[in-house]
């Protein structure tokens, strides 16, 4: 089992399961979310490019600052609207 630590959930460490991936992308809407960090847009334009080009269905979201976590309405949005989801990272 791998141990995925929450760091903003506080200082007892929770097990948590990893979610199920999908078998495969082939008719599933996939979620890029841009954390508002320098540069990640970048690599997430070059990405929607690369998944559109293979004939998915992206669709792009955005945290308002890296600092702090998504958002409620934002995550019940991307659950709700998204089968897969990739998130941004850069530094």
């Known amino acids: ?5 929450n760091p903003t959930a506080g200082k007892i460490a929770q097990g948590l399961a990893a979610a199920q991936r999908p078998v495969s992308l082939d008719g599933k809407v ?3 979310l841009d ?5 990640g ?3 997430l334009d070059q990405l929607e490019a690369e998944l559109t080009n293979r004939g ?12 702090k976590p998504a958002p409620v309405d ?3 949005e991307i659950a709700a609207s998204c089968d897969a989801v990739i998130e ?3 530094d």
């Not at 089992?1 to 630590?5: K, Q």
């Not at 954390?35 to 540069?39: E, H, L, N, P, V």
């Not at 792009?60 to 890296?66: D, E, G």
């Open 41 to 43: 847009n970048i690599f």
């Open 88 to 90: 941004a990272l850069a």
């Open 74 to 76: 934002l995550r019940h």
């Open 1 to 5: 089992m791998t141990v995925v630590l």
């Open 30 to 32: 996939v979620g890029l």
């Open 56 to 67: 998915l269905t992206v669709r792009r979201f955005s945290k308002p600052t890296f600092a």
């Open 35 to 39: 954390i508002s960090k320098a540069r």
